[in-house]
């Protein structure tokens, strides 16, 4: 079955870095899109960036310069390396992918990775 699992999350200094990681099973990685997510109880969840199978990226304005996604096919992984990271940056953080299973798109998602970025 589909599995996604996160890690590197933790607690850092506003201005500091972490890198997160997202390690997918149960799909052909390579062929897959992958995104990463982050929520704040209370509010929606958000788009923080995105990695196409072709390698397109894309970002959440508010990450734009900061943060970068990457991906390595051969560890069937997606990182979220962040960095200049300010309070605002506190949620938890999950991996997801989309794969079509010949009827729909169907959404897959990691237990997520808290992160707490102190002032």
């Known amino acids: 079955q589909v599995q996604l699992v996160e890690s590197g999350g933790g607690l850092v200094q506003a201005g500091g870095s972490l890198r997160l990681s997202c390690v997918a099973s149960?799909?052909?990685?390579?062929?897959?899109?992958m995104k990463w997510y982050r929520q704040v109880p209370g509010k929606q969840r958000e788009l923080v960036a995105g990695?196409?199978?072709?390698?397109?990226?894309t970002y959440a304005d508010s990450v734009k310069g900061r943060f970068t996604i990457s991906r390595d096919n051969a560890k069937n992984t997606v990182y979220l390396q962040m960095n200049n990271l300010k309070p605002e940056d506190t949620a938890v953080y999950s991996c997801?992918?989309?794969?079509?299973?010949?009827?729909?798109?169907?959404?897959?998602w990691g237990q997520g990775t808290q992160v707490t970025v102190s002032s």
């Open positions: 149960g799909i052909i990685f390579s062929s897959s899109d």
């Open positions: 997801n992918t989309e794969i079509h299973n010949g009827f729909y798109w169907r959404n897959y």
């Open positions: 990695v196409t199978s072709e390698r397109s990226t």
